[in-house]
């Protein structure tokens, strides 16, 4: 992880640590048991510094241009982050909204990306139609739509975890007793409220403020690495036990009906005040740029794709827990069950995926190679026997 070079997530892994380490502590402390604390913590520090010392000189070279950039001290009187670090305003940009959170169970809750692809026959398509724009036009303006009214400037798309995996999050929270689900639990709940940055101000000015080389950092959402972690760790290490049998059926079948109770009946939820414009009032940030009836048109989509994802994650919740009580009656076999989750979680995944990295993302390598024929300059280049320096091109 430390070899990929991506400070901000190794510092995120860091803080997965910390949280675990403190609820270990906590119990060590009420046990009066510090042996396997020690010991464990011993060999995590061993390889931490090893992970470190094996890749220094990508740290170090990091650590010494890190002064010469917008993380660094800054000369001007008119910067109050004499310190180092980012500007806060620059750092908390993209900041997740607090209802923007309801993207981990409901992927398009908020529209998903700010260029999103729509259907000729969505409402934006019909109404260009009736403007008289040409069908090429209208085509090319459809794979660009402005859906996303979210917190952020701009998105790619949101942060989905899954509509099943938040499922079995919520009915591992109730089954499981080992103390590693609070470890679980508090490390998510700080992943969101590190990604709410500017939206919990409080909260994340004390980190950005306090916590070593946290100002280092930006896309505050990003914390939510975290949680793309903790919930399918849980949601599998649940799998895993009923699988193995470690519940009574009775047991699990009545709390199963709580979770799928507590996870379908929030996306229902969702969709009721999605069509009753409560809660959500799907008006983005840049929309008054847009021509009135072009962006109630895109209005209009936007709380359809809010329904449509929410009865969608509501279908496979109940899939997955029907398929589990099926299990626990012993109507579908071990293999069955196993397989058959796999299915949903793939159905679930996969294609919300292919939203936003399709067929259209890639070339073919023949195309590709073309990017790079030489020219006949590069052939005159490429003939002079010195190769220590490079060519400008001022042509």
Not at 15 to 30: D, N, Q, S, T
Request: charged fraction near 20%.
């Amino acid at each position: 992880e430390v070899y990929a070079n991506h400070l901000q997530i190794t510092y995120y892994l860091f803080l997965l640590l910390l949280v675990y380490a403190v609820v270990e502590l906590i119990y060590a402390i009420r046990e009066r048991n510090f042996k396997n604390l020690l010991i464990t913590g011993g060999i995590a520090v061993v390889c931490g510094i090893f992970s470190v010392v094996s890749n220094i000189s990508l740290l170090w070279s990091t650590y010494d241009y890190v002064p010469s950039t917008i993380r660094g001290p800054s000369e001007l009187s008119s910067n109050k982050q004499s310190t180092g670090g980012l500007d806060k305003d620059y750092a908390m940009q993209w900041s997740y909204g607090k209802m923007e959170t309801l993207t981990l169970l409901i992927p398009d809750v908020y529209g998903g990306a700010s260029g999103e692809k729509l259907a000729e026959n969505s409402n934006l398509g019909k109404k260009l139609k009736e403007f008289g724009a040409p069908g090429e036009q209208v085509r090319s303006y459809l794979q660009n739509a402005p859906m996303y009214w979210g917190d952020v400037p701009f998105t790619s798309g949101p942060v989905y975890v899954g509509a099943i995996v938040c499922f079995l999050f919520i009915f591992g929270m109730i089954i499981i007793r080992e103390r590693w689900k609070w470890w679980l639990l508090a490390a998510s709940i700080l992943a969101v409220f590190l990604a709410w940055g500017r939206n919990f101000e409080w909260f994340n000015d004390f980190f950005f403020y306090h916590f070593p080389g946290y100002n280092k950092f930006r896309v505050v959402e990003m914390a939510l690495s975290i949680v793309q972690f903790t919930f399918p760790f849980m949601g599998f290490m649940l799998l895993s036990k009923i699988v193995r049998g470690e519940f009574e059926a009775d047991y699990l079948i009545s709390k199963l009906k709580v979770s799928a109770l507590i996870a379908a009946g929030l996306c229902l939820l969702v969709a009721l005040a999605g069509t009753l414009s409560v809660f959500f009032d799907f008006k983005g940030a840049n929309d008054g740029r847009i021509q009135k009836e072009i962006i109630d048109a895109v209005m209009a989509d936007r709380k359809s794709l809010l329904q449509t994802d929410s009865m969608r994650s509501l279908l496979f919740i109940l899939l997955s827990a029907g398929l589990i009580w099926a299990f626990l009656k012993e109507k579908v076999s071990r293999n069955i069950f196993i397989g058959g989750i796999a299915v949903l979680v793939f159905l679930d995944l996969f294609p919300v995926g292919k939203r936003y990295l399709d067929d259209s993302d890639f070339i073919s390598k023949n195309q590709y190679s073309q990017y790079f024929e030489p020219t006949q300059i590069d052939e005159l280049i490429l003939k002079d026997p010195s190769k220590d320096y490079r060519v400008f091109n001022y042509a």
